[in-house]
């Protein structure tokens, strides 16, 4: 079945540094991929959607300029947390579709930032 | 604006139990719908696809659909206390839109 990979799981940085976060779909490729960010017991938030080969498109009150996604690749999208802040630490979990769009999104195993 | 609705429970059912968790959906161009599963710290697994009205079968789990009604559901037969869990419905439109998530409803078998 389809795979994303997601890298690495966990993190932990120091205040004003930057994280990036790497998503892979493996075996499929994806135009689209879905960044989401989950504080512990709440819901699932999508951030951003990563479009390859053109700007992602980041949902209300989310800040474009801290949290820098590039889809290089129809296999890869990378989200970079910049100046991070201890507000940041949060689970990141990247997701994919494969072309076929009515398909399931695959989710990666997410990240667990933790900025002290 | 694309809504979809869960209870957040808990919802205790006892082991061997059937489990039945529900949803609903405001967008009536919706054309697939899915089931995840979260357990705590770790992310959604995809546990059930249903793109048509019935029920679709998958082990012990069955999904219903009822586009009618806009209503989606999942019941756990023989319920185990693995599967407690967040379970979230998650419903999809067309293109390259995401899917929109609902809040989940956390399930607890009790043994």
């Known amino acids: 079945g389809a795979v994303v990979s997601q890298h690495p799981s966990r993190v932990i940085c120091k205040s004003g540094t930057s994280v990036k976060i790497e998503c892979r779909s493996l075996?499929?490729?994806?135009?689209?991929m879905f960044w989401y960010r989950q504080f512990p017991k709440q819901s699932l938030m999508l951030m951003a959607t990563s479009n390859e080969g053109s700007k992602a498109t980041y949902e209300q009150g989310v800040e474009k300029d801290k949290f820098l996604i590039n889809h290089a690749s129809l296999t890869l999208s990378t989200l970079t947390v910049t100046s991070a802040h201890p507000e940041d630490s949060s689970f990141y979990i990247c997701?994919?579709?494969?072309?076929?769009?009515?398909?399931?999104?695959?989710f990666g195993n997410g990240t667990r930032l933790t900025v002290t | 604006q694309k809504e979809v609705e869960q209870n957040s429970g808990p919802l205790s059912v006892p082991e061997g139990a059937i489990a039945s968790l529900n949803c609903t959906y405001s967008d009536r161009g919706s054309q697939s719908f899915f089931w995840y599963r979260q357990y705590s710290g770790k992310s959604p697994e995809l546990i059930m696809s249903i793109y048509s009205n019935g029920d679709k079968e998958d082990g012990r789990f069955t999904a219903q659909l009822n586009k009618a009604s806009q209503y989606v559901s999942l019941l756990i037969r023989d319920s185990q206390p693995s599967d407690s869990a967040t379970y979230l419905c998650a419903v999809y439109s067309s293109g390259n839109t995401p899917l929109v998530f609902g809040k989940g409803t956390r399930l607890s078998v009790i043994a």
């Open positions: 997701s994919a579709r494969d072309q076929r769009n009515s398909s399931p999104l695959h």
């Open positions: 075996d499929f490729q994806a135009t689209t």
